[in-house]
């Protein structure tokens, strides 16, 4: 069984976890964002208990012996869409129009959520990415959606602030390289995430030893990456290029090549840094 990024996890204990990157061969790392609570605000209707959501941007490693059961968003789409309604049933006719067999539903309504609030879409593979970036707009008009508003920055931007130090992080331009949101109404938005295909998957650059702090300045000059997770990119600085690499999610798109940023986090070998807590960043200029 493959976990991959974008599926989730039911643990023994009855608390549900979004899988994180492509690695996970004896463990699977992971995010928890549902656990059982007979007091919670959401009830699923697989399990047919409550559960309250769980804010937290922490990673943790889940053993595979504490896997009861896998949600993938795939096959998930392909056996539920019909059961998508107004808007979530547009906008995924549109992008099926693009990408075909490789949409797909993860969140709250793969896991038997009721949808509250948003339905949460994601892609799979490079040239859709690439192929979808090209038509976004399009897609946003004939629906008759915007890109993010100014509203919603300052609202991803005081909540995602609340973890990450907001003097490292240029979160008001990051959002507006977020080309994949769209904007319903205000308070409503949605973000096409993306994975990739088997052949695709990155080299994992986590594994590479630490060796110091490092903060450096340079320009953007590969960007493809940011849309994935874990977000990658890379800049040139001077005479070097460092590959940069994060698994939070604020940093979707966070960059466009051009961008002149600072990058502060943790030096790696092989000319890696990586972010790997609240007190690292990515400045733009």
């Known amino acids: 069984m493959k976990y991959e990024d974008c599926d989730y996890v039911l643990d023994r ?15 699977i790392l992971c995010s928890r964002v549902f656990a059982l609570d007979p007091n919670g605000e959401r009830y699923n209707t697989l399990l047919k208990r409550n559960f309250r959501k769980v804010l937290d941007f922490g990673l ?42 490789d949409l797909g539903i993860f969140g709250s309504f793969l896991l038997g959520f009721e949808v509250k609030k948003d339905v949460d879409f994601v892609i799979r ?42 003097r490292k992080n240029s979160f ?30 990155p080299e994992n650059i986590f594994e590479n030893r630490i060796v110091s702090r490092i903060k450096v300045a340079g320009e953007v000059i590969e960007d493809i990456g940011s849309n994935f997770c874990p977000r990658y990119f890379k800049i040139k600085s001077k005479n070097e290029i460092f590959t940069i690499g994060t698994y939070y999610w604020v940093y979707q798109s966070c960059v466009k090549v051009g961008d002149k ?11 890696v840094i990586t972010l790997d807590g609240p007190n690292d960043g990515v400045i733009i200029s």
């Open 13 to 27: 204990k009855n608390n549900f976890y979004i899988v994180k990157g492509y690695w996970n061969f004896k463990n």
């Open 60 to 101: 943790i490693t889940l053993s595979k012996k504490e896997v009861k059961r896998i949600f993938e968003p795939f096959e998930f789409y392909a056996s539920n869409k019909s059961l998508l309604k107004g808007v979530w049933a547009k906008i995924a006719l549109q992008l099926e129009k693009y990408v075909g067999e």
């Open 125 to 166: 593979g490079v040239k859709n990415c690439i192929k979808l970036k090209k038509k976004m707009q399009k897609i946003r008009e004939k629906l008759g959606f915007t890109s993010i508003t100014k509203e919603h920055i300052n609202y991803q931007v005081k909540k995602y602030g609340a973890f990450h130090n907001l």
């Open 172 to 201: 008001e331009k990051m959002f507006k390289n977020k080309w994949s949101a769209i904007q319903i109404k205000p308070g409503l938005l949605t973000t096409i995430r993306f994975i990739y295909k088997e052949k695709e998957i």
């Open 261 to 271: 940023v600072i990058v502060e986090g943790n030096l790696r070998k092989n000319c």
